[in-house]
């Protein structure tokens, strides 16, 4: 069964498209620049790259190409849009909506519409995907699988701000987290690693968005992105956790809005605004290199990381393996080592030489001894959307 898996952002689409269950990616690619008069596709397959520019005024011109690519005679992997069985659209905010992964109707529809004032910037590209998608491939199943509804059995001792609860039960105000699609992917794979469902983990994923979460028999039980995408660990451009007092104080003293505050925090803040540079592999090189400000930023960076360890620890009461994932995650030998460092009593030892090998595999990094394993698990969220579309077909 050949399964499409679309992740629509406001001037992209990925795609992939997937041999199920074989997980056999049979083609992949990227629409960029959309809107813009040089937008860009790329597109592989397992033998063929095909890269064009031309103007792509809207997702369903976008969209199209692919489509052509995909049945095209140079580079095709299809003959027919029917071939496609299914589709998996990402979608960021599923609200407390929905719980797990749907069937795409009229009603799933406006559920999604009824969310973007939660998440103005995601779920608009997201659901014009969707609606693309039906157009184009009028007879394929479509299935929305939602980043938030790994997170749904946070209890609501976690989720519920200390706030007067109207605005969480008349304004949907609480947490919901995110990266919910990679949590569960790498949490499933470190169960399956482990041979034990049970297993107490935290998932560290740190990419240009990073967060946290503590699982519990494969559930989510802690996380640390809430409302919206700025809480819990410095990441590229957001601060991550800070005093609110800040926010009243820049308010005030600098007579700032509540949008430039918000902009400050989440796009000119964390590492950028740390050392003026988001991409982690530059200050990284600057920190070897001497410069104290990004050596600074590296502290702070796994200081965080290793709070929250210490926090999701204590709420697991318990601790049989951290996970890292994501591309810091996967590649970043340096921050691994930094927050594993002088964590003996939570039982993590490093083995060094396991850290400095590079490897897309899973692997285990902490020393035989190590009474809490330390883990490296790529990430995969496209395929985790495709198992579940196979699995949603099983039903
Ligand atoms: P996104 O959240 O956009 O999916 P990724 O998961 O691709 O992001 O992660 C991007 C981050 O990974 C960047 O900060 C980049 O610097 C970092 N990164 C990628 N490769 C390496 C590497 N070899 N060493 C250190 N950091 C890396």
Known sequence: MKVLVINSGSSSIKFQLFKMPEQEVIASGLVEKIGLKNGEIHYNTQKKSVNIEMEIPDHAVGLREVVN????SASGVISNV??????????????????????INQDAIDRI???FNLAPLHNPPNHVGIVVAQDIFPNARQIAVFDTSFHQTIPEKAHTFAIPLKFRDEHDIRLYGFHGISHHYVSQKAIEYLHNPKAKLIVIHLGNGCSMTAVKDGKSIDHSLGFGPNQGLIM??????????????????????????SDLLTKKSGMLGLTGDSDLRGIEERANNGDETAQLALEMNTYRIKKYIGTYTAVLNGLDAIVFTAGIGENSELIRAKVCEDMSYFGIELDANKNSIRSKEIREISTEYSRTKVLVIPTNEELQIAKECFAFQQK
């Open 82 to 103: 029917d071939e496609i069985e299914m589709i998996g659209h990402r979608v960021v905010h599923g609200g407390k909506e929905f719980l797990n992964t749907v069937e």
């Open 236 to 261: 590229g451009t957001r601060s991550g956790d800070i005093d609110q007092g800040v926010i009243f104080y820049l308010m005030e003293k600098f007579n700032m809005g509540a949008q430039e505050v």
């Open 113 to 115: 519409k009824s969310l």
């Open 69 to 72: 690519l995909l049945m095209s």
